[in-house]
C-alpha cells in the first residue's frame, strides 16, 4: 500500500510517500480502508520534532481517519467489515495518510450518515477539541457569557454551535476573512479584532474566555481582566501558558485533545440532527502531503484540509 512517512524529524522534506506493507489488526483492532485524513497542527509539530509526542519511526502522519472497515481483529463484537467509520487515532501510532491504517477499536465510531466519507475525515480532533474546551475545562452553561477568541478556524465553529446549544450568549473574535464562517456558525456577537479592541466591544464580564488564536502572551494576560471573578480562562495553545487571575479566583486550563470515544459518537449524532456540520476547505491527495506541511511551515493554514487516500478528481 502507499504510505506517506517520515524516518526522522525535520522540515518538511522528510516526508515521503513511500510502498510499505498493508497492516493486519491484532486483536482489539481494525482495518480501516482510508477515505482520507485530515491535517491538523499537531502533525506539523510532530513531524518537525517541537510537539512533546513519542512516536516510533518511520511514522505515518494523520491521527484523524475516516473509512471502511475492511479487517477485524479477535474480540470486536461492535464493529463489522463494510462499516463507514471515523477516528481519532492515538497521536503516537501511526495514522490515517495511508491507504490503510490499523486502530483500536475503541478510538473509532460509526461514521456520520450524510457528510461525504472523506470529509468526515475533518470531525473528530476539532469537534472534541472545542467541547473539552467549553464543557469539560470550561464548565460552560446556559445563561453564561462566553468569549471566543480566534473562533475563525475549524474549532471556533464547532465551539460556537456547541456553546449556543448549551445556551451560553457567544461573543466571538474574527478577522475579515473568517467573517461571514463565524457569522454562519451562529455567534451572538462578532468583533473583528483588526478594526476594534476587545475592551472596547465586550461591555460586561464574561464567564469563559476560550483562546485558540496564537496571540501575544502580553495580550493574553490582559484580556483576563474581561473574565468575571471566579471565571475560566481555557486555551488550545499548548505551547504556551495560559493565564488565570488567583487573586479573583479566575481559574486558568490549557486544553490538549484526548481520545473519547463516547463523546465522539455523540458529536456524530449532532452532526446527523443538523446541529453540527463538517466543513472542508481543500481536498488533496497523499502526494500533496508533504508540499501542504511546507506551507504549514511558513504560517498558519487557513481552513480544515483532508488528504484523500486515492487523488481527488
Known sequence: MKAVRFHQVGGPEVLHVEEVDTPAPAAGQVRIRVAASAFNAADNGMRA???????????????????????????????????PVVGFLPMGSDGGAAEYVVAPAGSVVPAPRDVPLGDAAALPSVALTAWQALFDEGALHAGQRLLIVGAGGAVGGHAIRLARRAGAHVIATASPRSLAAVRAAGADEIVDHTARSLFDAVTEPVDVLLNLAPIDPEEFTRLVALVRDGGVVVSTTAFMATPGDERRDVRAATVFVRADRARLAEIVDLVDAGELTVEVDRRIGLHELPALHAEASEGRIAGKVVVLASRPA
Open 49 to 83: 520534532g517541537f510537539l512533546p509526542i513519542p512516536v516510533t519511526l518511520p511514522h505515518v502522519p494523520g491521527y484523524d481517519v475516516s473509512g471502511v472497515v475492511d479487517a477485524i481483529g479477535e474480540g470486536i463484537d461492535d464493529l463489522e467489515v463494510g462499516q
